[in-house]
């Protein structure tokens, strides 16, 4: 028992050095904002540690070296009215008040070495804090309202991010909202999706619109419209064709097999007897028996029903602003229809399991062409998808 609680008194106090020296390491790699971080959090969960004492000498002088660096940084970019700087100051602001907020909880703290509370000079910086965001904030929306300005898709994407950073920052800020919304309406590549039947084989409507509804595609693209039917006011950057070149379909067919089915079956037991017709008994004084078997048999038809469906088209990609086109994939699918059932003549115990299992199966109606190629649309649907998500605009 000594032993264990030697050992977990020792890991305790390893594991503290090894926090004391990983901070150090921080210091003198200039990372005082982590060598802080790690320097709070142990002095907060306990105020009673062996090395506290090292944790708030490491905690009192990673604080001044962060906030002179970060008070030279200031003086450096104070004047710098670049959109970089302006982001860059304010942000310095930001840290320097969540550094003292980090620390304040834990003061006062004293240095058991010197005998005196460890110095943390705290400064309010709300002024400072509110004209650097007000700049940063201004900042933000003239660069966005430069890059709609140009009128180019990806320039409205652009302006787009920083309406949404500055949106972060002040929600309520002049016609922000009504910008965001503008950025992503132009900054979005609108598709014009349509679907032609070059077959010979009309296409159930109910398909037409399943292929059509690209809501159900999943392909989760903030930048990509598609429409189904032209809208108006609406300028479509691409279009997307689903052609169906060829849709055959094979006859209803019924074919038959037929299979001879033999076994031998336990039909009972008799007695062993020995070459005079005497009874056999064992070691123990009982007599033998032997398993008696019969052979049955049975003749078996399998009918199968038959009946498939082919579709076989592309999918062209056309940029429309400059009549183009893209790409283009082939979309082919094939459906079978297949029902198959078991009828037999002669002794049950003769049929395998297969057999008996058919025998529940009955003839069903062939469907029609209309239904079969609704039970294909599943097909094409998951192929249209996989061609949709391996191909983007952008």
């Not at 991010?161 to 929600?171: A, D, G, V």
């Not at 088209?313 to 078991?342: K, M, W």
Request: proline fraction near 2%; aromatic fraction near 10%; charge should be neutral.
């Amino acid at each position: 028992m000594k032993k264990a609680i030697l050992l977990i008194a020792f890991a305790v106090a390893f594991a503290g050095c090894n926090s004391v020296k990983r901070n150090q390491k921080y210091l003198l790699k200039g990372n005082y904002d982590q060598a802080i971080d790690l320097a709070v959090k142990k002095i907060a969960n306990d105020r009673y540690d062996k090395q506290i004492n090292e944790h708030i000498i490491l905690l009192e002088e990673a604080y001044a070296k962060a906030v002179s660096q970060d008070n030279r940084r200031i003086t450096a970019i104070r004047n710098n009215t670049s959109p970089e700087a302006l982001r860059e100051l304010y942000y310095i602001y930001s840290n320097l008040e969540s550094r003292q907020d980090a620390i304040r909880p834990l003061l006062p703290l004293k240095n058991v070495q010197t005998g005196y509370n460890a110095n943390f000079p705290m400064v309010n910086y709300t002024s400072q804090l509110t004209q650097a965001k007000s700049n940063f904030v201004q900042s933000l929306y003239t660069e966005a309202k430069t890059l709609m300005a140009r009128n180019t898709t990806m320039e409205y994407r652009e302006a787009h991010s920083i309406l949404s950073e500055l949106i972060q920052l002040q929600s309520n800020y002049k016609d922000v909202d009504a910008l965001l919304q503008d950025a992503h309406y132009y900054g979005t590549d609108f598709v014009l999706v349509t679907l032609n039947n070059q077959s010979n084989m009309l296409i159930p409507r109910r398909l037409e619109q399943e292929l059509l509804d690209f809501n159900t595609y999943n392909l989760d693209d903030f930048w990509t419209e598609y429409h189904n039917g032209r809208q108006q006011g609406v300028s479509y950057n691409y279009g997307i064709h689903l052609n169906f070149k060829e849709i055959s379909l094979s006859p209803e067919q019924i074919s038959e097999k037929e299979y001879h089915r033999k076994a031998d079956i336990k039909d009972g037991w008799n007695y062993k007897v020995d070459r005079y017709g005497n009874k056999i008994k064992d070691k123990d004084g009982n007599y033998i028996k032997i398993e008696t078997f019969k052979t049955v048999t049975a003749r078996v038809t399998h009918t199968i029903q038959t009946k498939s469906i082919f579709a076989g088209g592309d999918v062209i990609y056309r940029d429309l602003i400059s009549g183009r086109t893209i790409d283009r994939q082939p979309l082919a699918s094939e459906f079978i229809f297949e029902n198959v059932f078991a009828k037999y003549r002669g002794d049950e115990e003769a049929l395998t399991q297969e057999d008996k299992r058919l025998m529940n199966n009955n003839f069903i109606a062939f469907p029609t062409n209309a239904q079969m190629l609704l039970d294909a649309g599943d097909d094409i649907k998951n192929r249209l998808k996989d061609i949709l998500k391996d191909n983007s605009f952008r």
